[in-house]
């Protein structure tokens, strides 16, 4: 069996940070991530807050360049699915088929889009509602989309879909955003794109594809419906902590609650990044996650 210091489930911006932090630190360390890298800042289209890029770039891009940076420091990154993790004298890291020993462990397992569970959404999804503009905005060419939310996500997703669509509505639940003051100027600035605000989706219909959407007011309860072709989901992030269930304490949203220097309630673990109970999720902050939990961790091995 395979034994590490740490290892480091996830391996977006947060788990890639630890893992530049715990290289240089010389731990002996493994980071186990799903689908590849980067988790869902590989979805932006384009990243302008990020310090040290004045031009901006793409998430896949920024995700590359700290990929290559913890590697440059010793990172091992494997695609591998966690599934389950027991708490022996160690810990047992139960990761596809194998399972490893570990002393400490970093959950940078990040978020994934949130569903609004309205009718229609699952039976359409892939056939016209999407909760990823990037991946699929170019279907969208000369056609009428709906964006849900009204966050710096429901604003990025209009803004790059402003480049294919002949029009954009933003389908928002309150006549207020969340969303930074920029992209929303932006978006008023954009001829393409309309607000229809105090409204939510109750459901999504079609036949083959998606033909329209049943909106509610949310002052009135009037029904209306609007004909479109795409519905793009863009109501804020669930965390991906289901297995973590009993293992580390939660919030109610399943957000896992961590200290100061983001150890959890399990001696020995800590979370980073967007999984974590906290107010900011901007890639920034789980950077800023990952070498924390990283520092913790060392000082944590240094004791056990
Ligand atoms: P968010 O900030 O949580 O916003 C979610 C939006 O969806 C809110 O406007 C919310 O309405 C609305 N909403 C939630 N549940 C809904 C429902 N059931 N029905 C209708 N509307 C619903 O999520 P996000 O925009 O995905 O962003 C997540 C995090 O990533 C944030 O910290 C954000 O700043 C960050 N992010 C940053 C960028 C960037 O900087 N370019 C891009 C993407 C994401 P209320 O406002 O009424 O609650």
């Known amino acids: 069996m395979r034994r590490f210091d740490c290892v480091v489930i996830g391996g977006g911006p947060a788990g890639l940070t630890a893992g530049i932090y715990l290289g240089r630190a010389r731990v002996n360390f493994v980071i186990f991530d799903e689908k590849g890298f980067g988790g869902l800042s590989v979805y932006s289209d384009r990243i302008e807050n990020y310090p040290g890029f004045p031009d901006g770039l793409s998430g896949f891009e920024l995700a590359q360049l700290m990929k290559k940076q913890a590697e440059k420091f010793g990172a091992k990154i494997e695609i591998k699915k966690v599934h389950k993790i027991q708490k022996k004298a160690d810990f047992k890291v139960f990761a596809g088929e194998e399972v490893v020993e570990a002393k400490s462990i970093i959950l940078a397992v990040g978020s994934n889009f949130k569903k609004l569970n309205i009718p229609g959404e699952k039976e359409f999804t892939g056939r016209g509602v999407s909760y990823c503009a990037t991946c699929d905005g170019a279907f969208f060419n000369g056609k009428k989309v709906c964006v849900i939310g009204g966050g710096d996500g429901a604003f990025s997703e209009a803004l790059f879909l402003t480049k294919f669509a002949e029009k954009v509505f933003i389908i928002h639940r309150r006549d207020e955003f969340r969303a930074s003051k920029i992209l929303v100027e932006r978006a008023k600035q954009n001829p393409k794109v309309e607000f229809v605000l105090s409204f939510v989706p109750v459901e999504i219909q079609g036949e083959d594809k998606v033909k329209q959407i049943i909106l509610k007011s949310t002052k009135t309860n009037e029904k209306n419906f609007l004909s479109c ?61 990952g070498a924390v939990s990283a520092f913790s961790c060392q000082e944590y091995l240094e004791k056990v």
Do not use: H, W, Y
């Open 229 to 289: 072709d795409g519905v793009f989901i863009a109501v804020g992030e669930s965390p991906n902590t289901e297995f973590l269930k009993g293992f580390v304490d939660m919030d109610e949203r399943g957000f896992i609650i961590t200290d100061e220097k983001l150890s959890t309630s399990q001696k020995g673990v800590f979370a980073a990044g967007d999984c974590r109970a906290k107010e900011f999720r901007q890639i920034i902050t789980a950077c800023g996650d």
